[in-house]
C-alpha cells in the first residue's frame, strides 16, 4: 500500500494536471524521472523539490506555492470545512457563507463509474449544497449555473481521478474535445473517460489506468454514437470530500 504523506500537494497536483491535460507520462519526460517517481508525485507519496518543484510549476503553468498550497483562499471557520483540498465548506446555514466569496454547487445522487460500469444514477438533485470559493471556480471557468458535484467510483482513472473523489461536472459542456476526461453514458452504463476523437466521426474512450487489461479501450463507432449520451466534462476535482 503506498503510504501518502503529501495529500494536499497531490490534490493541488491532480487539479493542475486536469486543466493543462497534463498526464503522468508528461511529468516524467519534462522532469527526466522515472514513471514510478512521477505517479507517486501524483499520489502525494512523495513530493518534488526546489528545482524540479520549479519546473513542475513550469509545466502546469501555476507556482510552486499554487502545487504546495493550494489557490491561498481562505477557508471557511475550521469547524465548518470539511476534509478535503479544495476550495471547499460545509456549514449549517448557507447564510453563514459570503455569497460575494463563495458559489454554490449540488449534490447530486449520481454514482460515476470510473470502472467498469457498476452504476447507480438519480439525477434528482439532493441534500446540501458544497461551497467552493468563488475566486477558484472563476479561475477553472466553472459556471455554477452549469455545475454539479458527482462521485467517481472505481480505480480506471488513477493516478488522475481516484475511488470516492468528488467531481465538478459541467453538464453544459457536451461537446466532446478530444483529451479532456468527460462523465457519459453509453447503453445506460455511467463513465468517467478521456474522450479521443476518431478521424470516422467515432470515439475512443479510454482510462488513465496504465493497466489495459482490466481497462481497455472502449470504441464506439459512428454507427454507435447515437448510444452515447454526455452529461457533461470535469472541470475539477475534490478529492475526500465526500
Keep these: 500500500m503506498v503510504e501518502i504523506k503529501h495529500q494536499q500537494f ?45 519546473r513542475l510549476a513550469e509545466l502546469l ?16 471557520p475550521e469547524s465548518n470545512v470539511k476534509s478535503g483540498l479544495r476550495p471547499i465548506a460545509a456549514w449549517d ?11 454554490f454547487l449540488p449534490a447530486l445522487e449520481i454514482k460515476l463509474a470510473a470502472g467498469n460500469g457498476q452504476i447507480v444514477w438519480c439525477v434528482e438533485e439532493k441534500g ?3 461551497a467552493f470559493r468563488k475566486a477558484w471556480a472563476s479561475r477553472l471557468h466553472i459556471d455554477p449555473e452549469c455545475a454539479a458535484t458527482m462521485v467517481a467510483s472505481g480505480n480506471s482513472m ?10 465538478v461536472v459541467d453538464y453544459c459542456r457536451t461537446t466532446f474535445k478530444h483529451g479532456r476526461v468527460f462523465a457519459l453514458a453509453l447503453r445506460d452504463e455511467l463513465y468517467v473517460k478521456r474522450v479521443l476523437k476518431r478521424a470516422d466521426g467515432g470515439v475512443t474512450l479510454r482510462s488513465d489506468n496504465q493497466d489495459k487489461a482490466r481497462y481497455p479501450d472502449i ?17 475539477a476535482l475534490a478529492g475526500g470530500m465526500i
Excluded at 158 to 167: A, C, H, K, T, V
Excluded at 219 to 235: A, R, S, T
Aim: proline share 5%; glycine share 8%.
Design 61 to 76: 503553468k501555476v507556482s510552486p506555492a499554487e502545487l504546495e498550497y493550494g489557490d491561498g483562499s481562505k477557508a471557511a
Design 128 to 130: 446540501q449544497r458544497q
Design 10 to 54: 497531490a490534490e493541488n497536483l491532480k487539479n493542475a494536471m486536469a486543466r493543462q491535460g497534463v498526464s503522468v507520462t508528461d511529468i516524467k519526460n519534462h522532469l527526466g524521472i522515472t514513471y514510478e517517481m512521477a505517479r507517486r508525485y501524483s499520489l502525494g507519496a512523495a513530493k518534488p523539490r526546489d528545482e524540479k518543484l520549479r
Design 93 to 103: 446555514h448557507e447564510e453563514e457563507l459570503d455569497p460575494e466569496q463563495y458559489v
Design 219 to 235: 470504441d464506439v463507432g459512428p454507427d454507435e454514437m447515437e448510444h452515447l449520451k454526455v452529461i457533461g466534462e470535469i472541470m
Design 158 to 167: 488513477e493516478p488522475r481521478i481516484l475511488d470516492g473523489d468528488s467531481l
